[in-house]
């Protein structure tokens, strides 16, 4: 089995900011793409961020130089640093990622519970 714990979210007053961490655990042979993911009331879940185990990084444009996301390869974790923040980003945030499960070997899309965020105008 694999969980994803997620942490961080809150109210927050608009440009202000707020980090999300995910720490993925369970049974891993290695983790692939990470993400995150936000649903807006009466909106589709939509990519905000995503990082490869390379590092390399993909923003939603509604995000981009707002919002940084980064990952700890050795703690299975990853991050959203979240700058600078409109009332247009409240939402449920959910953690996302591609693991290579162990013992079978095979990949699969986990999720997180999801983190509330919400921005006061």
């Known amino acids: 089995q694999v969980q994803l714990v997620e942490s961080g979210g809150g109210l927050v007053q608009a440009g202000g900011s707020l980090r999300l961490s995910c720490a993925v655990s369970?049974?891993?042979?290695?983790?692939?793409?990470m993400g995150w993911y936000r649903q807006a009331p009466g909106k589709q879940r939509e990519l905000v961020a995503a990082v490869t185990s390379g590092g390399t990084t993909t923003y939603a444009d509604s995000v981009k130089g707002r919002f940084t996301i980064s990952r700890d390869n050795a703690e299975n974790t990853v991050y959203l640093q979240m700058n600078s923040l409109k009332h247009e980003d409240t939402a449920v945030y959910y953690c996302n990622a591609r693991v290579v499960v162990a013992p079978t070997a095979y990949t699969m899309d986990y999720w997180g519970k999801g983190s509330l965020v919400t921005v006061s105008s």
């Open positions: 369970g049974s891993i042979f290695d983790i692939k793409d």
